[in-house]
Antibody
Framework: DVQLVESGGGLVQPGGSLRLSCAASGFTFSTSWMHWVRQVPGKGLVWVARINGDGGSTTYAASMKGRFTISRDNTKNTLYLQMNSLRAEDTALYYC??????????WGQGTLVTVSS | QSGLTQPPSISGTPGQRVTISCSGSNSNIGSNNVYWYQQFPGTAPRLLIYTNDQRPSGVPDRFSGSKSGTSASLAISGLRSEDEADYFCAAWDNSLSLLFGGGTKLTVL
C-alpha cells in the first residue's frame, strides 16, 4: 500500500524556520513527481510546490517562492520542505502528495505548522 | 494566480441529485484536466474524479464529473447522508501552478 507520512511540524515564531519531511513507501518514489499542499483547518486547499523525480525541476506557488524550498532524497524515499521567514499566514496543515497523471493520487495525513509568538 | 470558483455551500435531501460547479479560465480548466476531491473533517482529501470525468476504482457511480469550456461540474445522484462532506475541484494552470477551488460544503438535510 502507498504510504506518505509527514513529520516536522510544530510551533515556530514569526521569522523562524522549519523543515518538514515526508517518508514515502509503496510506490516507485524516485520516478514520481511529488507535491506539498497546505490547508488552514476548516478552509481550502493551497498548492505549495512540486518537484520531479530526480529533483532537477521544482515549481513553487508565487506566495511561497523565495521562502520555501522543496527537495528530496531518493536514497531515503523522503520528500522535504524547508520553510524560512515564516509568517502567521503560513499556519496550516501541510500535506505531502503524490499526484499521478490518472487515479494515482495519494495524500499523507498532514503535519501541522503553527506560526505564532 | 487566483483559484477556481466554487459555491461555498449546497444542500440536498436524500435521494436528490445535486451539482457542484467549478469555474476557471482558459489558462486552467480551459486547457487542462479537472480533478475532484472529497474531504471529511479531520481527514485528508480523497480523489473522486480524475481527468474531468473518470472515477477511480471504489468510487460509486453516483458521482460523475463533466467539463465544458472553462467550467466543470461534479454531480452526485441518489444523495446519501454519508455524502455530507467538503468537495474541492482542482486543475493545473498554464503558469505551472496547481489551482484549487475554495471548496463546497455539502449538507444532506
Amino acid at each position: 500500500d502507498v504510504q506518505l507520512v509527514e513529520s516536522g511540524g510544530g510551533l515556530v515564531q514569526p521569522g523562524g524556520s522549519l523543515r518538514l519531511s515526508c517518508a514515502a513507501s509503496g510506490f516507485t518514489f524516485s520516478t514520481s513527481w511529488m507535491h506539498w499542499v497546505r490547508q488552514v483547518p476548516g478552509k481550502g486547499l493551497v498548492w505549495v510546490a512540486r518537484i520531479n523525480g530526480d529533483g532537477g525541476s521544482t515549481t513553487y506557488a508565487a506566495s511561497m517562492k523565495g521562502r520555501f524550498t522543496i527537495s528530496r532524497d531518493n536514497t531515503k524515499n523522503t520528500l522535504y520542505l524547508q520553510m524560512n521567514s515564516l509568517r502567521a499566514e503560513d499556519t496550516a496543515l501541510y500535506y505531502c502528495v503524490r499526484l499521478g497523471a490518472a487515479a494515482d493520487h495519494y495524500w499523507g495525513q498532514g503535519t501541522l505548522v503553527t506560526v505564532s509568538s | 494566480q487566483s483559484g477556481l470558483t466554487q459555491p461555498p455551500s449546497i444542500s440536498g435531501t436524500p435521494g436528490q441529485r445535486v451539482t457542484i460547479s467549478c469555474s476557471g479560465s482558459n489558462s486552467n480548466i480551459g486547457s487542462n484536466n479537472v480533478y475532484w476531491y472529497q474531504q471529511f473533517p479531520g481527514t485528508a482529501p480523497r480523489l473522486l474524479i480524475y481527468t474531468n470525468d473518470q472515477r477511480p476504482s471504489g468510487v460509486p457511480d453516483r458521482f460523475s464529473g463533466s467539463k465544458s469550456g472553462t467550467s466543470a461540474s461534479l454531480a452526485i445522484s441518489g444523495l446519501r447522508s454519508e455524502d455530507e462532506a467538503d468537495y474541492f475541484c482542482a486543475a493545473w494552470d498554464n503558469s505551472l501552478s496547481l489551482l484549487f477551488g475554495g471548496g463546497t460544503k455539502l449538507t444532506v438535510l
